[in-house]
Structures are given as C-alpha cells and as structure tokens.
C-alpha cells in the first residue's frame, strides 16, 4: 500500500468523524496575535508502515501482526502568522542532524474553494453504519445504533454521531483560514519520507519572511513502535492486546469490518471503538495534549496508560464478519514553547511574540482474519517467483464502503 492510499484510507474515515479544534485566543486585549508553530510527530507501524520500506514478507507481517518491529515516522509541520509575507512566502525549518531531513520548506498552499459537490442522486449510498462500543466479551444492550448511509448522503447527521471537541486552551490549530499567511510541511513541492531512524532531539530553528525567528531544543523524541496482536476468544469476541509504551498517557482503539448485505441491497459496514460510551473519531483522531488526555481518561472515552488489552465484543464479529481492521493510538507527550517564556500564573493578556508546541504520538494497523493472506505469496515474491494467478476484483466504490470492503479484501 502506497503512503498516499494509507492517507486515504485514515483520512477519509477521519473527515467523516468532522474533526475541528477551536483556536482559543491568548490574547485578550486585542493586540495581534502571536505566530504560531506546530510540530506533530508521530510513529506507525503495522499496516501503517508499510510504505517504508522492507519488503514485501515485512508488509504481509505488517498487515496480519502489527508489524513486529517495523516502523515508519511521520511529521505534520504548521506555521501560522498573522503578519504578510514580503514578496513571495518563505518558511524553512532546519533540523537537527539527527533527523535526515537537512532544511525543510514550509510551502503556502494554494488557496481552493472549500466545500463538498453534491453526490447525484444515483449514486447514493445503500448499506448501514452499525455502532458498537466498549471492551467486553458482549456488547451491552442498546448496540448497535444503526445509521443508514442514504441519509448521511443526504446531510442528515445525527447530532451524537461524533465526539464533540474539547476546546482546551492546548488544543489550538493552525491553518490558512485563521491565518493571514501560512506554511506547511509536506506539501505540494516536497513530500520527502521521515527516515525511520530519524530523531528529533536537539536545536530547531524555524526561519520566514512572516513571521519572527523560532528557535527550541526538544528533549523528547519519536515515540516506540506499538506492537498489537489479536487472537479469537471462545464466544466470539476477539482479544487485542499491545506492548505498553514508557511516555503512552493514554490508548484508543477503533475497528472497522464490512458485513452481510443488509436492507435495499446494501452492504452494511461496522464501526467499533474502546470508549466506554457512545465516542467515535473526533479528537481522538489528532495528536492530543496531556490534559486532554487526562479528560478522556476520566470520562472513560480513552483507556489508561496502564492498560495494554481490550476485548472486542462478540457482537462485532457477528455483524461484520471475520475479517477487523483494527486501529490502535496511543497518546504522548507535549511540548511547549514561546517567545518569552510564559511566566508563572501568565496574566489574560499576556501575549508573547511566538508560542510553539511540539506533538507526539504512536499509532498501529492490523487486520485480524485475513486468512493465508500470503506467507506463501510473500516468500514467492521474495525469492523472485510469481505468485498464483488470482481472480480479478471488482473495484472498490467510492465513499466510506469503498474504504472498508478494500480494507478486508473484497475489492481493490
């Protein structure tokens, strides 16, 4: 799987989960507010850390284990200001050496009309959304809550679909919108592949034509590679298990499945995750502070960091099928920093000339069932032989159905 279609295949299904963070103010006083700098950080393996690298036996292991001890990095940089660009827009971040990258440009995107077409009327989506939740051999009365696909075409959303955002003074985002100029890293002209040895740890220093000079020294780094497993549990449910992470503050997991042709001809398609209540994608989704995870803690929507296995209910499997794609994130540290330093007990209208906040996380992708999905194969194609011919697949339709049935390897 190509890095683009693993974007596409977390990327889609996080649009559908509406993920928005509100950018709280600093500054009450009026006054500009200040540039802003976001580094998210984070480690994939399994499935997710197919694209970089190690052969085709690595990307078999990847898709049915966790991916044992490969891994790949991923770095998301922002840069928000409220100042114009002199001439042409210019960003570079320069690295530490550790981290393979040399200078990276932060690029200003091209500015498009935002908005998506209407799907017409032939082409709506037949199939349901089933909901479960919870880690439990069974899953609790009132599951699942069933969403018809048709309906969601049509913009009709139930208001609890997703989690809501935590709006956390942390939480900030950066983009062109709430932005007079902005870069990013990757980008339209560069899209250079973080080195899976890379390391973050040392001086950084971020230089533009919009906004002042940020310099910091980071002393955490990527975070470990989790290593997940699953296996059936008598009854039905599935076991999920994982290595516990030294700077995890909290865990989450989702899992998606493609089931039996339900009403009007449509496939339905199951959607699980650990929440102890009715939380899908949202904030989850992103890269999340501390105390935002100590939040969800709390709430029982993420699990804690001493907890290293969940069961799937049995329910899950029953509706959807043998075959889960499961998603595992574990949340880390953060780090924050400004220009000056925030003082202690920082009046409302303190507003420093930069602030900058560096994210971590490490997240896993694994398919349970996938029978015989090619330990064979894999060995032919390493050693230079071709595979047995297969029957050709239909093609994937788009949309949410489309991204589950090629998840479990009903269409391509």
């Not at 699953?230 to 995890?248: E, H, K, Y």
């Not at 799937?312 to 509706?319: K, M, Q």
């Not at 953060?334 to 330093?341: E, R, T, V």
């Not at 409302?348 to 996938?370: C, E, K, Q, Y």
């Amino acid at each position: 799987m190509s890095r683009s279609s693993r974007f596409l295949l977390a990327g889609s299904v996080a649009a559908l989960c509406g993920v928005a963070i509100a950018v709280p103010g600093l500054s009450q006083g009026g006054s500009r507010p200040p540039a802003r700098y976001s580094v998210d950080a984070g480690t994939m393996s399994g499935m997710g850390a197919m694209g970089s690298g190690g052969g085709i036996g690595a990307a078999m292991s990847a898709l049915t284990g966790g991916g044992g001890g490969q891994v790949a990095h991923e770095l998301h940089l922002k840069l928000g200001s409220s100042q114009a660009a002199t001439g042409d827009p210019r960003a570079d971040h320069f690295m530490p050496a550790g981290a393979g990258l040399g200078t990276v440009p932060l690029v200003t995107p091209r500015r498009t009309p935002t908005g998506t077409p209407e799907m017409p009327l032939g082409q709506m989506p037949k199939g349901r959304l089933l909901l479960f939740w919870g880690c439990g051999e069974r899953a609790p009365a009132g599951q699942p809550v069933v969403i018809d696909f048709s309906r969601l075409a049509r913009g009709e959303v139930p208001s609890n679909l997703y989690a809501q955002p935590l709006n956390l003074a942390e939480q900030w985002r950066i983009d062109w919108q709430n932005s007079t100029t902005y870069g990013e890293w990757p980008n339209e002209r560069t899209d250079r592949q973080v080195p899976a040895t890379a390391s973050l740890l040392g001086s950084h220093r971020i230089a533009s034509s919009y906004a002042p000079d940020i310099a910091f020294t980071l002393a955490d780094d990527f975070m470990p590679g989790l290593r997940a497993s699953s296996s059936d549990r008598p009854g039905g449910s599935v076991s999920l298990g994982w290595n516990a992470l030294p700077t995890a503050t909290g865990y989450y997991a989702w899992a998606m499945a493609t089931g039996t042709e339900g009403p009007g001809a449509g496939r339905d398609m199951v959607w699980w995750s650990s929440a102890a209540t009715q939380q899908f994608g949202g904030p989850m989704w992103d890269w999340l502070s501390p105390p935002a995870v100590r939040r969800l803690i709390e709430a029982r929507t993420v699990m804690p960091p001493s907890q290293t296995e969940c069961t799937i209910p049995a329910e899950v499997r029953e509706t959807g099928g043998p075959m889960l794609m499961t998603n595992l994130f574990a949340y880390g540290p953060q780090a924050d920093f400004s220009h000056p330093a925030r003082p202690a007990n920082a009046p409302r209208d303190w507003n420093p000339d930069w602030i900058a906040r560096v994210r971590f996380r490490s997240n896993t992708t694994l398919i349970h069932g996938m029978p015989g999905f090619g330990a064979m194969e894999a060995g032919e194609v390493e050693a230079g032989q071709t595979p047995s011919a297969r029957p050709a697949k239909p093609r994937c339709p788009r949309g949410l159905r489309g991204i589950a049935e090629r998840a479990a390897g009903l269409c391509e």
